[in-house]
């Protein structure tokens, strides 16, 4: 079946590089995506979003950046931080359709001294 | 956190006994839902409530009822667990557009560990 998926299960970053985290859908009728972060034991907490009139987003230190033509999706956090360790899920919904989000299975983003 | 409660947080049961966890919103959004998460899985919908007494299903609805009698609570039930139900599950609301929220911004409760032996 359709899902979203995510290219790396876990990613190492020095502190203070970028960290760029990857997902890729499969569902051409998405058009509204969203990144989510969770930290241990806490609930995922939304982080932004884009919709597929655009290819970038920004935010208060990310970036997504969306490609329709390859169907992939992409966060990008500048400057990473301790404070970013966590999981990343990328998700997608239509966008005014029902109300059901599918989620991927998650990066883990770890940060390195 | 949105006003969003989840009990009990952690609960320990036996195969065959009926559950039952509650969520707990305080600012009477419409939307809520359930998901389990389970290592390898990410976040799955197990029933999604659009209103009072208004519910549907998710992608992992067997085993699991739903139960909105009033805007604020929603209710999740295992009527038999089974070891296969060993889960975190996680209640959402969304607010919906507006208020300097993104249309499908959702917020999630804290989680309920739930262990069946």
């Known amino acids: 079946g359709e899902s979203v998926g995510l290219h790396l299960p876990t990613l190492s970053v020095q502190e203070g590089d970028n960290s760029i985290i990857n997902c890729a859908y499969s569902n051409s009728a998405s058009d509204y995506f969203i990144w989510y972060k969770q930290e241990s034991g806490k609930g995922p907490q939304f982080i932004i979003d884009i919709r597929s009139n655009m290819d970038k987003r920004q935010g208060q230190r990310v970036t997504v950046l969306l490609n329709k033509t390859v169907k992939h999706l992409s966060l990008q956090i500048a400057a990473t931080q301790p404070g970013d360790s966590a999981v990343y899920f990328c998700a997608e919904n239509m966008y005014g359709g029902d109300d059901k989000i599918i989620f991927g299975k998650g990066t883990r983003l770890h940060i390195l001294p | ?117």
């Open chain 2, 1 to 117: 956190d949105a006003g969003i409660t989840q009990s009990p947080r952690h609960k320990v049961t036996e195969t065959g006994t009926p559950v039952t966890l509650r969520c707990h919103q305080t600012e009477n959004h419409r939307y809520m839902y359930w998901y389990r998460q389970d290592p390898g899985h990410g976040l799955r919908l197990i029933h999604y409530s659009y209103g009072v007494k208004d519910t549907d299903k998710g992608e992992v609805s067997d085993g699991y009822s739903v139960s909105r009698s009033k805007t604020e609570d929603f209710l999740l039930t295992l009527e038999s667990a089974t070891s296969s139900q060993t889960s975190v599950y996680f209640c959402a609301i969304r607010p919906g557009q507006g208020a300097g929220v993104e249309y499908n911004e959702q917020f999630f409760g804290p989680g309920t560990r739930l262990t069946v032996l």
